[in-house]
């Protein structure tokens, strides 16, 4: 029977190389320097290239960011330093919980029905609405893991020094924890980098390179789901070099944040 | 001054999140007022799901076509929505992927506590698996459009054709109904490769990791005493393992059910590989639909606000069942596995 187990490691390992293969082999012949720097032509024999969804996903998941981050540390501060609300925390958590098994789709009907229908027609806004629906509670969950790690010595010592409670957290618990945090913060991003179901709804995808969220948006993902499923090879093989750029990119943010946890400071600690 | 302002912020965070959970139940359950409202609890068992009006002639109690002036006349039938197709879609094609990736996951994770340090492997096979999880269900989904489903349909699924479509009782695999009564014609299905069979199976690839992450850290917290128990009244490493994996057993069963939630709300990568076909069939060769790729497919160009709604309701009971296997999921693994693990 270990032969067996060993063969289910073997397995699920060959599988992840199979698939990445794939994704690299045929992302790889189809990548070039005009999937970079181009605009999609509209021609789909030389359909151009991506720039316009790249752009777009880097401002949709920066504004999502600004609004999830801020409102995740809080929170995340709040079930970790605030144990006098002891009969909110225990709903506060486990809601928390709840929303990270949400389905994302679902997630973007909510911005659908937020954001669209008022506006009065898709627009980058709602996108970003829905990313950072996703992001509160995942940042919320993993800041309070990690300042659960801080000792309370710290606490202790520098509320005797005669910090207030503000003063404690801003000065001493968050500071010491910085690096756990980012590490947090990246798992977020990269969760919300590679959605494609909560944007169908809200920033719908745009053909254009435009910066003004309140119009149809274009995202990296939204646009290699429409090229990936539409009739043209040409499109095809852009879907293909797309989907290599995020798993690439996804990668990288997975080494870093294994590097940044390794060095944190709270590591060290505990 | 400065700690009130501390206090109250963070604590207005905590409360936002409340709110998150609530704007979406009250918004999905307003919107979805007016089909709860034309078609009842009837909607949950209604297998008909036609958003369009249709034409069709006009009969007669005797059953034959009403003709008026030498002319058929005929009669428009109102959409009729009923979500027991993607329903039966959702819970079919999770419980497939399961029956795949269960096993292999729980293996692996044996695999990863037991053998793994002796080999100084476990770090690099963490990355592995944690990496697999973190890969998109688009880039899933991408790989399985083009590469898994071109297999299927020219390679592996004429071999089960050939070898199970002539044993008896299982023809049904390979036949379908088309139409309904004594018009019905039995035909040989059309092997697609876009089918239920190839969306569990994304679905099973998709859920292996976070079931194996999950089942790790819960196998991990078996205390030693436990394990050296066993092994000092002489059990083998398999009788050992399997004393292991029963007392972790609802920890285990947790770990099951986030996968199980998982496969249950994903949407791109079963909308590109399982066909969306709103129709109820018992083969895993035919092309179905889940009640999140329904979504992903009609809602942004529902063809009337009925449609719309009615797709919302699909939302509702989506969200509904996600949330109670979620919650199931999370009482079961409280304390037994790493969070950050659950976390994504």
């Known amino acids: 029977m270990l032969a067996g187990c060993i063969a289910c490691a073997v397995l699920i390992v060959a599988m992840l190389l199979w698939v990445l293969g794939y994704l690299v082999s045929i992302g790889a012949g189809s990548i070039s320097l005009a999937f970079f720097t181009q605009l999609p032509t509209g021609d789909v024999v030389n359909p151009g290239g991506m720039k316009h969804a790249i752009i777009g996903t880097l401002v949709l998941v920066g504004l999502a960011s600004c609004i999830g981050v801020p409102l995740g540390v809080a929170a995340g501060v709040y079930l970790s ?43 980058g806004w709602a996108g970003a609405f829905a990313l950072a629906f996703i992001m509160v509670p995942i940042v919320a969950r993993t800041t309070e893991e990690m300042l659960k790690l801080i000792p309370d010595s710290y606490r202790a010592a520098s509320l ?66 429409t090229y990936a499923t539409g009739p043209y090879p040409e499109q095809k093989r852009l879907a ?29 600690i505990a | 001054m400065a700690d009130q302002l501390m206090l109250w912020s963070a604590r207005s965070s905590g409360v936002v999140i409340l709110l998150m959970l609530a704007s979406l139940i009250t918004v999905l359950a307003i919107a979805s007022a007016p089909s709860l409202k034309a078609f009842g609890p009837g909607f949950i068992f209604s297998t008909d799901w036609r958003p369009n009006e249709l034409e069709s002639p006009k009969r007669d109690a005797a059953g034959s076509v009403v003709m008026e002036d030498g002319e058929v006349v005929m009669q428009t039938i109102a959409p009729e929505f009923g979500a027991l197709p993607v329903i039966y879609g959702t819970a079919v094609s999770s419980v497939l992927a399961l029956v795949f990736a269960v ?78 009564g004594p018009d019905a014609i039995n035909r040989e299905l059309p092997l697609t490769g876009r089918d239920m069979l190839a969306g569990s199976l994304i679905l099973a690839i998709m859920i292996v990791p976070i079931i194996t992450a999950v089942a790790r850290d819960v196998l991990r917290a078996v205390p030693r005493v436990q394990i050296e128990g066993t ?72 063809s009337g606000a009925l449609h719309r709604s009615a797709l919302l309701e699909v939302a509702m009971i989506l969200l509904v069942m996600s949330l109670a296997i979620n919650i199931v999921a999370r009482y079961l693994v409280v304390g037994k596995a790493s969070r950050t693990a659950a976390a994504h």
Do not use: C
């Open chain 2, 103 to 180: 096993p292999l996951s729980l293996g692996a994770a044996l695999f990863l506590v037991r053998v793994a340090p002796k080999l100084r492997a476990v770090g690099p096979l963490s990355f592995l698996i944690e990496f697999l999880a973190a890969i998109p269900s688009l880039a899933y989904g991408i790989w399985g459009l083009f590469v898994l489903a071109p297999i299927l349909q020219n390679h592996v699924e004429p071999a089960l054709a050939r070898m199970l479509g002539d044993i008896p009782g299982l023809s049904w695999m390979f036949h379908e109904l088309i139409g309904d």
């Open chain 2, 231 to 302: 092994i000092a009244m002489g059990a083998t490493w398999w009788q050992s393992s399997w004393s292991m994996l029963r007392y972790s057993r609802s920890g285990l069963f947790g770990a099951v059910m986030l996968g199980l939630a998982r496969a249950a709300g994903e949407t791109m990568a079963v909308t590109m590989v399982i066909g969306n076909n709103n129709r109820i069939s018992p083969s895993p060769f035919a092309p179905a639909q889940t009640m999140a790729s329904l979504l992903a497919n009609e809602f942004a160009e529902a």
């Open chain 1, 81 to 123: 330093e605030y144990t006098q609300d002891r009969w909110l925390l225990g709903p506060v958590r486990f809601t928390a919980d709840v929303l990270t098994g949400v389905p994302s789709i679902v997630v973007g009907i909510l911005g659908y029905e937020l954001l669209v229908v008022p506006m009065g027609g898709y627009n």
């Open chain 1, 240 to 268: 293909w070099a797309g989907i290599l750029v995020l798993v690439a990119l996804l990668f990288v943010l997975n080494v870093l944040i294994r590097y940044v946890a390794s060095r944190s400071v709270t590591r060290g």
């Open chain 1, 160 to 225: 005797a020094l005669g910090a207030t409670k503000a003063q404690t957290v801003l000065k001493v618990v968050l500071p010491a924890a910085t690096g756990s945090l980012i590490t947090g913060v990246m798992l977020a991003l990269a969760r919300i980098a590679g959605e494609t179901a909560p944007l169908l709804f809200t920033a719908l995808g745009s053909r254009l390179l435009s910066l003004d969220p309140s119009k149809p948006f274009p995202s990296l993902t939204v646009q290699i789901y």
